[in-house]
C-alpha cells in the first residue's frame, strides 16, 4: 500500500531560529520564564532542513533579525498559491514588524506581496487543500480575512471555528495528506473544533484519519507532508504508527525546543505553490 502514495516535490519558505526566545506569551504553550536553549533550537531546526532535503524538496530562507523571537515561525508570513502571495498581518503587536522582513523577501524574489486589511496569520490559519482554502478563525485570523483571501485567490474558502486555545491556529488542529486531487485527504483533531466546522469536515473529508487528544498535544497536528512522508514530531509516535497503516511514511523530527513557543514542524514551513 506504501507504493501507492506518490510524493511530490516542494518548494519551502524557512527562517532560522538565530534569535529564538520566549519573551512574551500570547498563547498558552509560552511561559515567559521558561529557559530556551537556542543552540538546541537551532540544531533541532538544522535537522528539518536537512531531512527536507534529504528527500528532494527545496529550501530558501529569510534571514533573521535580531527581537523578533518567533520569526522562526514561517508559516504566519503567508499563504502562497498559484504564486499569488496573501501576506500577513499580525494579531499580537509583538509579531507584526515581521511581516516587512518577508515581504521584502518576496518582492526580492520577483512576487507581488497582497498586503491583508484584516488580521489574517498566513497558513497558520489557510490551508490549502489542492481544491479549496481551509481557513481557521477563533483566536487569530478573522473572518473578515477569509473573505479577503477568497477574492483575492478566486477558490473557495470554507471557514472553520476553533475553540481550544492551545489549539489557537489551524494548523495545531489539521493538516493535508495529499493535496492531489485524485488523493485529496487531511487528518484532524475534532475536539478543536466548534460542532458545525466538525460537522463540515466530516461531509468534506468522510475518509479523514482523526486525531486524539494526545496526537495533538504532541504537535502531531502540526505536521508537513509531500504526499507520501510525513515529517512528524516524534512526541506524536501513535498518530505517526496510523499513519503508517494508511500507507505514509513518517518521518519523525523533534522540534522540542520550538513547541515552548507553542509551534512545530508546519509552523516552521511556508510552502511556496507557483
Ligand atoms: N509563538 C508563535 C505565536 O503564538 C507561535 C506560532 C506558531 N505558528 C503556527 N503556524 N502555528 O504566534
Redesign the pocket.
Known amino acids: 500500500m506504501t507504493d501507492s502514495r506518490v510524493p511530490r516535490r516542494r518548494r519551502f519558505l524557512v527562517c532560522e531560529p538565530r534569535h529564538f526566545a520566549v519573551q512574551y506569551a500570547?498563547?498558552p504553550w509560552?511561559r515567559p520564564d521558561a529557559q530556551v536553549d537556542v543552540d538546541l533550537a537551532r540544531e533541532q531546526w538544522q535537522t528539518l532542513i536537512s531531512t527536507y532535503d534529504a528527500h528532494g524538496h527545496t529550501v530558501d530562507a529569510v534571514d533573521p533579525v535580531p527581537g523578533l523571537p518567533?520569526m522562526v515561525?514561517a508559516?504566519?508570513s503567508a499563504v502562497v498559491v498559484d504564486g499569488r502571495v496573501f501576506g500577513s498581518l499580525f494579531h499580537?503587536p509583538e509579531?507584526r514588524p515581521e511581516s516587512t522582513h518577508y515581504d521584502t523577501w518576496f518582492t526580492s524574489a520577483g512576487y507581488d506581496v497582497h498586503r491583508p486589511e484584516s488580521v489574517c496569520e498566513g497558513?497558520?490559519d489557510l490551508v490549502w487543500t489542492g481544491r479549496y482554502v481551509l481557513a481557521g478563525t477563533g483566536f487569530r485570523t478573522s473572518r473578515e480575512a477569509h473573505r479577503e483571501v477568497q477574492e483575492f485567490f478566486g477558490h473557495p474558502v470554507i471557514s472553520l471555528t476553533l475553540v481550544d486555545p492551545r489549539f489557537y491556529?489551524l494548523?495545531?488542529a489539521l493538516f493535508v495528506l495529499d493535496d492531489s486531487t485524485g488523493g485529496n485527504n487531511i487528518v484532524y483533531y475534532p475536539e478543536a473544533f466548534t460542532p458545525g466546522s466538525r460537522e463540515v469536515l466530516a461531509r468534506l473529508y468522510p475518509d479523514a484519519v482523526l486525531a486524539t487528544h494526545d496526537d495533538a498535544m504532541a504537535f502531531g497536528l502540526?505536521s508537513v507532508s509531500d504526499g507520501r512522508n510525513v515529517f512528524i514530531a516524534p512526541q506524536a509516535e501513535a498518530l505517526a504508527a496510523r499513519l503508517g497503516e494508511h500507507g505514509y511514511v513518517p518521518v519523525p523530527v523533534d522540534l522540542s525546543e520550538l513547541h515552548k513557543?507553542?509551534?512545530g514542524i508546519?509552523?516552521c514551513t511556508q510552502e511556496i505553490r507557483s
Open positions: 500570547i498563547n509560552m518567533d515561525f508559516a504566519n499580537a509579531r497558513e497558520g491556529h494548523d495545531t502540526n513557543a507553542g509551534g508546519k509552523c
